[in-house]
């Protein structure tokens, strides 16, 4: 029996002199988190050292209960992020074709997803030939697998039109999987409101909070008394409290420019 | 289980028929029209040019593979950690695979040179100048094709896991180099005898022109008088150069470190 499905614990990625990911504490179990924050906050990093793709300096992930340094075909993990599906230079159809057979389920799914989303022209061209939008729908689609219990999905909105977005999160919300999902995108939140809600800043993660108290949750400046939790940036600090404060997060469209907005 | 995608991949790169098959054909044309003045008109002498010319540009040629293979390990790196990890893929699976693909695309390749060397030289000297043991020349490359790629992937390996991508090109490019070098030097040079088995390149293009020849190896291709090697050697000089790296490349691909492909970049 599986304890948890995803535990980061004073998780550390540094580039050259550069902390991307400050000591990061994360558990997804039983649930589906969304992570917001700007771009270069370091979301992108943590799913990236989740999958083994990124040089962890310290800290430590276990996935299943299972160390990530001890991994070895775990096929219930999923991802959208393009990388992962470059082992070969073949055409889109080949590429579902490879990743349904090391995932060990048939292609059937994806094709009719591919179909669904009107993606059939695709099939016969590479991924670098598609458009940002359409090679991100191609690697959203290799990541909803049947067998597939925690999706990792970086940005799975980005440059997707929004008749496809909307397709997605009924997609997503149906979804059996334990997910974590970044965005930069406040507009999105409201449609997810049973998920959990996790901000990334400068390479350090807040939260979980309740995406349905979105409606309810205000960013100020300096150090509450009744913080859910206090903010520490390179802009000033700041805390995150229920239903008084200085700034409603829902007014916001990205987390930057509400901390700005705040600043001010 | 990736056998079949990776052999299609490499296949239906146009790179590797450009340069491995291609340009390959310009020296052969060489060969026939430039170089052969001097070839005395015996079919002895014809026989044993054509040879000569088969075992170098088929050497060239398999170089090409590792070179294909050194660029997809290396765009792979990240994907290639990730299946490891998240999918039923497994390094010895992987590299079993891979291996299959460049054996099966080197016997491809060696079959087209080795018709066009019949072909051409045939027609040149005017007489019927058909390979002694065409499978063996075959199977031959086979473990060429093998061995080409054991050694790029050692090569690109060693600089993904443990030095910056940003020699990846040099790197690549080794197996190319050291077969010119090798090649060149076996056709017009003296080489030492201990470097001549010691070399797996002089192995492989003394090997391929013993098989279409049928002609003891000559130390010097164009200098049948210099000596020859023995061929059970070279063999064994290969399958242990082959066995060697097959070890150590299995061993890399399980500590396979994930690179961003913008790190390779010069400027």
Sequence with gaps: MVKCMLEANQLRVVYGSNIVLK?????????????????????ST??????????????????????????????????????????????????VNIYCELKGIGNAQSFQMM????????????????????????????????K???????????????????????????????????????????LLPDWKLCFMLEGK???????????????????????????????????????????????????????????E | MIFKYLLK?????????????????FWLLLGVFVFSTSVPKQAVAALSYASSYYGTITLFSFSTIAISISYTLYYGSSALAYCFRYTKLTPSGYFLSLLGAASVMAT??????????????????????????????????????????????????????????????????????MSYIFGFGQLYTTIPEYIEY?????????????SYGGFAIPKVFINPSAGTLNPSILLLSLIAWLLVLAVLDTQLLRRIRPRAIEEARQV
């Design chain 2, 9 to 25: 991949s490499i296949i239906r790169n146009r790179s590797l028929w450009g340069w491995g098959v291609v340009f390959m054909f």
């Design chain 2, 198 to 210: 010691a070399s797996p390149f002089t192995a492989i293009s003394s090997l391929l022109y013993a």
């Design chain 1, 115 to 146: 179909k669904e989303f009107e993606l059939e022209d695709t099939l016969g061209r590479k991924l670098y030939e598609l458009s940002t939008g359409q090679q991100k729908m191609v690697c959203n689609i290799l990541a909803m697998n049947q």
């Design chain 1, 46 to 95: 943590l799913f990236r050292a989740i999958l083994g793709l990124a040089p962890v300096a310290s800290g430590s992930i276990k996935v299943f209960d299972k160390s990530l340094s001890n991994m070895k075909n775990v096929i219930e993990v999923s991802t959208n992020i393009a990388e992962v599906y470059r082992i070969a230079n073949l055409k889109v159809a080949d590429i």
């Design chain 2, 108 to 177: 491809i390749m060696s079959a087209i040179m080795l018709s066009a060397t019949y072909a051409l030289f045939s027609w040149k000297f005017g007489v019927n100048l058909y390979p002694y043991q065409p499978l063996a020349s075959l199977a031959l490359s086979a473990i060429s094709g093998a061995f080409m790629m054991v050694l790029a992937m050692a090569l690109v390996l060693v600089v993904i896991n443990y030095a910056g991508v940003k020699n990846i090109t040099f790197v690549g490019f080794i197996p190319l180099v």
């Design chain 1, 23 to 43: 000591d990061v504490n994360l558990v997804v179990n039983g649930e589906k988190v969304v992570l917001v924050g700007p771009n270069g906050s370091g979301k």
């Design chain 1, 205 to 263: 993660l807040w939260g979980k909070f309740e995406v349905s108290q979105l409606e309810r949750l205000y960013i100020s400046r300096g150090r509450a008394d009744n913080a859910m939790a206090v903010m520490e940036t390179s802009m000033g600090v700041f805390s995150v409290t229920l239903d008084k404060g200085d700034v409603l997060v829902k007014t916001a469209t990205n987390l930057s420019s509400l901390l700005e907005a705040v600043a």
């Design chain 1, 148 to 190: 597939a219990k925690l999706l990792l999905l970086d940005e799975p909105f980005d440059n997707v039109d929004q008749s496809r977005r909307r397709r997605f999160i009924e997609l997503l919300k149906q979804s059996n999987a334990e997910l974590l999902m970044s965005t930069h995108e406040f507009e999105l939140l409201r």
